[in-house]
C-alpha cells in the first residue's frame, strides 16, 4: 500500500464547479504539500500545511492530522486550472501522491 | 528572484553514455533535491544536496550520483544509461525556516535515451 493515496485518479468537470481533491496518507508528517503540475512538466507549489487550512485566491486546502487526510478545493474552476494535481509528504525528501488529472471544460 | 534553473531542458543520449544534468537553486537555498519522474512510477526522490554533503539519497542504483558546489548549484550524472532511465529529472530547492520548509521546483530536464 502506498504511503500517500490521492483521490479520484482522473476528474472532469464545466467551468464552475467547485472540485475537490482528496489526500490521504498512512504516515506521520512533519509537512503536506500541493502541487500542481502542467503539461510540459515544471511544478508549482501551491500549498504547504502542516495544520488547519490555508486559501489562495480560489484554491483552498485543509488538513486533519488526527485523521491522516487532507483535500485541496478549488472555487469557481476555469480551463486554465487543467493540470494534474500532487500531494507529497515531508520536506526535502519528498513522497509523492500518484496525482489528479483535473480537465475544466469551457 | 529567479526561480530554479535546470539545463538543460531537452536530452537524447545513446544507451550506455552518461549524462549530466544541471540545477542552480534559488539565491540563498541550501538545500537541493533531485527526483525522478516516470509514467510508470511517477515520481520519486534520488537524493538532496545540503551545503556540498548528500543528506539523503533514494533507493536508485549507484549509476546515478550527484554533488552540490559552494554556491549551492548541484549536478547529477547517470552513468551507463539505460532506456529505462529515459524520464524527467526535476530538481526542487529549498529553504529550511521554522514556520516549514517549502520546495520550488524547476521546469525538469526531459532525459531520452534510445
Known amino acids: 500500500k502506498n504511503e500517500v493515496e490521492q483521490s479520484p485518479q482522473n476528474l472532469t468537470a464545466q467551468e464552475g464547479e467547485f472540485i475537490t481533491i482528496n489526500c490521504s496518507y498512512s504516515?506521520?508528517?512533519?509537512?503536506l504539500h500541493w502541487l500542481q503540475q502542467h503539461p510540459g512538466g515544471g511544478i508549482v507549489s501551491l500549498f504547504m500545511l502542516s495544520s488547519g487550512k490555508k486559501k489562495h485566491g480560489r484554491l483552498i486546502a485543509t488538513i486533519n492530522i488526527q485523521e491522516k487526510h487532507s483535500s485541496l478545493h478549488i472555487t469557481a474552476s476555469h480551463p486554465r486550472d487543467s493540470a494534474v494535481y500532487i500531494c507529497a509528504l515531508g520536506a526535502q525528501k519528498l513522497v509523492f501522491g500518484q496525482g489528479t488529472r483535473l480537465t475544466i471544460n469551457p | 528572484k529567479a526561480g530554479v534553473t535546470q539545463t538543460p531542458r531537452y536530452l537524447i543520449k545513446t544507451r550506455g553514455q552518461q549524462v549530466t544534468l544541471s540545477c542552480s537553486p534559488i539565491s540563498g537555498h541550501r538545500s537541493v533535491s533531485w527526483y525522478q519522474q516516470t509514467p510508470g512510477q511517477g515520481l520519486q526522490f534520488l537524493f538532496e544536496y545540503f551545503s556540498e554533503t548528500q543528506r539523503n539519497k533514494g533507493n536508485f542504483p549507484g549509476r546515478f550520483s550527484g554533488r552540490q558546489f559552494s554556491n549551492s548549484r548541484s549536478e547529477m550524472n547517470v552513468s551507463t544509461l539505460e532506456l529505462g532511465d529515459s524520464a524527467l529529472y526535476l530538481c526542487?530547492?529549498?529553504?529550511?525556516?521554522?514556520?516549514?520548509?517549502?520546495?520550488?521546483f524547476g521546469q525538469g530536464t526531459r532525459l531520452t535515451v534510445v
Open positions: 526542487a530547492s529549498s529553504l529550511e525556516r521554522a514556520g516549514g520548509t517549502e520546495a520550488f
Open positions: 504516515v506521520g508528517i512533519s509537512a
